[in-house]
């Protein structure tokens, strides 16, 4: 057992093992009466207190909320009985905005207090992997926070440009470092570092991957949102919502929403051809294999670190499990074809990963059930392959376009742990 500051600290288990909340707490019936009249900002600090108010004081929980929160997330009608809830109105335009700028203020909240405890301080290394939106949004979260270094190990050629300028232009302290290989590649190498004994006395590590509980679980936050603003009007009824999933993160927050009391009837998991889940759900076997790059490129993972909590969270139960989510596994066509019939039928442009939360509702929605899907990220990061598709030309936000402008700066590696291992003691 481990207390919210270890676990926020460490990142990973001694045993290798991901952290787990020992209970879940559930809201009150008042929070859920209410919850359409308060504001994203109040519903998150209620959801937040029930996650970390044991060992944060109350004030200090709704700053970090608060400072977190500086935008709204837009619950959009697309067509029937489908809506797209929009997680791109961050500063990188993409939904892992929320939990890594919550992360980055919770573990500056816990390294002051250890700070003011011993009179110690010393500087925190954050390392992350990222197959696309994950490394930008951390390195934005923590850019510029004192006493923490991040280093982002993403695959090389398997990002997106506009993505890959989102974390490889900020320099101060940030550093990208561009691997031979594959999200799973990068994955690995941050595990492995957490278990070197050599590395962990060199410096002290830490994770801002969804593997950390203070990454996923402030996700949760806008799982509450979509619900409060249907609720305004009339909608929330037999809602079923549809998670884009690569690394099982996000979904696994809004499974916890659930045990907490949000009434979601059901979830979809939409994979890419990267089916390991899906597959799961067919027959109950867990077979993960390296993942295969795809035109939703955030979802590529193979061996997805968060199966092991939704496992968890159901008993490990693949009966329980199905019980409250289904799956789907989407080829590139299927994507793009989904992407081309979007647009023409509603005049919605869906980034390849909200194209397999659409597609998944309108196969799966059932007579009286509203969906939603939730749109991970502005299509302009993915503006060659929506443009390509849709032989258009999106306007690419001022927020992504100010990324643009600034110079690449990564070091290049091998996807052998023993040179990231020799790069890191040098530091």
Not at 18 to 46: G, T, V
Not at 126 to 142: E, P, Y
Request: hydrophobic content about 40%.
């Amino acid at each position: 057992m481990a207390s919210l500051e270890k676990a926020v600290v460490k990142g990973l288990a001694e045993d290798k093992g991901l952290y787990m909340p020992e209970h879940i707490k559930a809201l009150p019936q008042s929070f859920f009466d209410n919850i359409q009249d308060m504001s994203f900002q109040e519903i998150a600090y209620n959801v937040a207190d029930a996650f970390f108010g044991e060992d944060v004081d109350s004030e200090s929980l709704r700053e970090i909320v608060n400072d977190t929160l500086s935008f709204d997330c837009p619950v959009v009608h697309v067509n029937g009985n489908i809506y797209s809830l929009e997680l791109f109105h961050g500063p990188t335009l993409a939904f892992k905005d929320v939990g890594a700028r919550f992360m980055a203020r919770l573990l500056r909240y816990f390294l002051a207090k250890e700070q003011k405890a011993d009179g110690k301080g010393g500087l925190v290394n954050v390392l992350v992997a990222t197959s696309g939106d994950t490394g930008s949004a951390v390195a934005n979260g923590f850019l510029g926070v004192d006493g923490i270094h991040v280093y982002v190990l993403y695959p090389k050629g398997k990002v997106s440009p506009i993505q890959e300028c989102q974390f490889t232009t900020l320099g101060k302290n940030i550093t990208a470092v561009e691997i031979d290989g594959v999200f799973d590649d990068c994955q690995a190498l941050v595990k492995s570092a957490f278990m070197d004994k050599d590395l962990n006395a060199h410096m002290k590590l830490t994770s801002a991957n969804s593997i950390n509980v203070a990454r996923f679980l402030p996700q949760a936050f806008y799982y509450f949102y979509a619900y409060a603003q249907l609720k305004k009007q009339g909608k929330a009824d037999n809602l079923v919502v549809c998670t884009p999933s690569g690394n099982f993160g996000n979904i696994c927050a809004g499974l916890f929403a659930k045990k907490m009391g949000l009434p979601i009837k059901r979830f979809i998991a939409a994979n890419n051809a990267n089916s390991v889940f899906y597959e799961f759900l067919q027959d109950g076997k867990y077979n993960p294999r390296p993942s295969v790059q795809t035109l939703a490129n955030a979802m590529d993972v193979g061996d997805p670190s968060n199966f092991a909590r939704v496992y968890d969270l159901y008993g490990k139960s693949w009966e329980a499990i199905c019980k409250d989510i289904s799956g789907t596994t989407y080829s590139d066509e299927m994507i793009a074809d989904t992407i081309r019939s979007v647009y023409k039928e509603t005049g919605y442009v869906c980034d390849p990963h909200g194209a397999c939360g659409y597609r998944a509702l309108s196969e799966c929605l059932q007579n009286g059930e509203v969906g939603v899907f939730l749109e991970t990220a502005h299509p302009a990061k993915f503006k060659q392959t929506v443009d390509q598709i849709l032989s258009s030309d999106i306007e690419i936000p001022a927020k992504l376009q100010a990324f643009m402008k600034g110079t690449k700066q990564n070091v290049s590696m091998t996807k052998e742990f023993a040179d990231f291992k020799q790069y890191l003691m040098s530091k």
